[in-house]
């Protein structure tokens, strides 16, 4: 497990959770250029998005999976847009 902190939009705020990243929770994307979205992870029923902004902290989104996303970086990006977080 690790300690993560990432931004919660269903309250507003940043908050630590502990994390752990398994090849069965989580998918990796590559060739990431600045501001995309490089892993995206099944967590304690939700989804943590995280980008390769430097400083930026993930994002994490209750009631929603990888699967409902199609597993995809674009699915990732407009969850992101929905909650204002880009």
């Known amino acids: 497990m ?3 902190t990432v931004y ?3 309250k507003g705020r940043l908050e630590t959770i502990n994390v752990e990243y398994t ?3 989580t998918t ?3 060739d990431t250029m600045a501001k995309n979205v490089y ?3 099944d967590w304690d029923g939700g989804l943590i998005i995280q ?3 430097f400083g ?3 994002l994490w989104v209750y009631d929603i999976s990888r699967a409902d996303i199609g597993n995809s970086r674009k699915g990732a990006k ?3 847009r929905l909650h204002d977080y880009t």
Request: charged content about 20%; glycine content about 0%; cysteine-free.
């Open 23 to 25: 090849e069965e929770n």
């Open 51 to 53: 980008t390769t902004s």
């Open 28 to 30: 990796y994307f590559k």
């Open 39 to 41: 892993r995206i992870t």
């Open 8 to 10: 919660n939009p269903q």
């Open 78 to 80: 407009q969850l992101m």
């Open 56 to 58: 930026s902290s993930p």
């Open 2 to 4: 690790k300690s993560v």
